[in-house]
Nanobody
């Protein structure tokens, strides 16, 4: 069964940190650009960050630059999103996806995906 399994997330106070993980099962992520997306209540899904297949290129939405870091461990078939200095506006359900994109440039936010993670809730609140 081809799937991405997410872990991490939860409730954190403003200024806190969380790390999300996205582990592939049934296929190798080595050749896929992996993206992290989020969807807040009443809002459209937005692309947060992207990492190229070999990890040499990354892309961040302006809203998370300098606070979030995306990384991957291809040996473990896992991609991570380290989120620091979290703010209430970061509250959303976060999803990872193995994208049908050649790179993290251009329209990676709008391409289709081979697989999506199940989603994990991140809540930032005092």
């Amino acid at each position: 069964q081809l799937q991405l399994v997410q872990s991490g997330g939860g409730l954190v106070r403003p200024g806190g940190s969380l790390r999300l993980s996205c582990a592939a099962s049934g296929f190798s992520t080595d050749y896929y650009v992996i993206g992290w997306f989020r969807q807040a209540p009443g809002k459209e899904r937005e692309g947060v960050s992207c990492i190229s297949s070999r990890g040499g290129s990354t892309n961040y939405d302006d809203s998370v630059k300098g606070r979030f870091t995306i990384s991957r461990d291809n040996a473990k078939n896992t991609v991570f999103l380290q989120m620091n200095s979290l703010q209430p506006e970061d509250t959303a359900i976060y999803y990872c996806a193995a994208l049908w994109a050649p790179s993290c440039e251009g329209a990676w936010r709008h391409v289709g995906a081979r697989s999506w993670g199940q989603g994990t809730q991140v809540t930032v609140s005092s």
